[in-house]
């Protein structure tokens, strides 16, 4: 089983909807939780962290954290087609981050 | 400079050569990861430096990887003897401090290596 495991895609929305990415990961002991944006060419950007149960607003980003069911999801509202980029997930547990394959998401104007 | 950074930015070699590979992390990060990523792929990790402690080496794929962290600030990834399934994105990331609740990692431009 994967350490972190994300829905490769691809993700289509169109501009102006909410895009919704989902994540889960198998150590319960995890404690911090990542998503990265990267761009065809480019290497990860952070977009968001978060560390506690509930949901985190940054802009037009929103991630939430259920730890209970191991899951992380990123919610981008409004989304434009800048958006478009493959989403990763990373999580956190000791000193070893575990990075998922990543969702392609694809903003159509 | 703000960011990591990373040379060169790509790299052509001759399957059975060896390469350096290097990264230079934000001024002040304590940790240092290196990770691989093949085309169309996730990240996937090599190697872990914190401060002045042993490395954590369980992601090499081989002993023909090996990486170093000079003055606990530059860091050189050498792959010896490349193998055509070597080529791929290498990108090294660094974090203020690596520990449980974690510190975010930052990224560089990464190296493409190509093992023709």
């Given at each position: ?83 478009s980029a493959t989403y990763l997930c990373a999580v956190n547990s000791g000193n070893q981050f575990y990075f998922g394959t990543g969702t392609s998401l694809t903003v159509i104007? | ?116």
């Open positions: 089983q994967k350490e972190v495991e994300q829905n490769s895609g691809p993700l289509s929305v169109p501009e102006g909807a909410i895009a919704s990415l989902n994540c889960t990961y198998s150590d319960r002991g995890s404690q911090s939780f990542f998503w990265y944006r990267q761009y065809s060419g480019k290497s990860p950007e952070l977009i968001m962290s978060i560390y506690s149960n509930g949901d985190k607003e940054d802009g037009r980003f929103t991630a939430q954290l259920n730890k209970a069911s191991q899951y992380v999801s990123l919610l981008i509202r409004d989304s434009q087609p800048s958006d104007p | 400079g703000a960011g990591v950074s990373q040379s060169p930015s790509n790299k052509v070699t001759e399957k059975g050569k060896d390469v350096e590979l290097r990264c230079d992390p934000i001024s002040g990060h304590t940790a240092l990861y290196w990770y691989r990523q093949s085309l169309g792929q996730g990240l996937e990790f090599l190697i872990y430096f914190q401060g002045n402690s042993a490395p954590d080496k369980s992601g090499l794929p081989s002993d023909r990887f090996s990486a170093e962290r000079t003055g606990g600030s530059v860091s050189t990834l050498t792959i010896q003897r490349t193998q055509q399934e070597d080529s791929a994105v290498y990108l090294c990331a660094s974090s203020l401090v690596a520990r449980p609740g974690g510190a975010t990692q930052y990224f560089g431009p990464g190296t493409r290596l190509t093992v023709l």
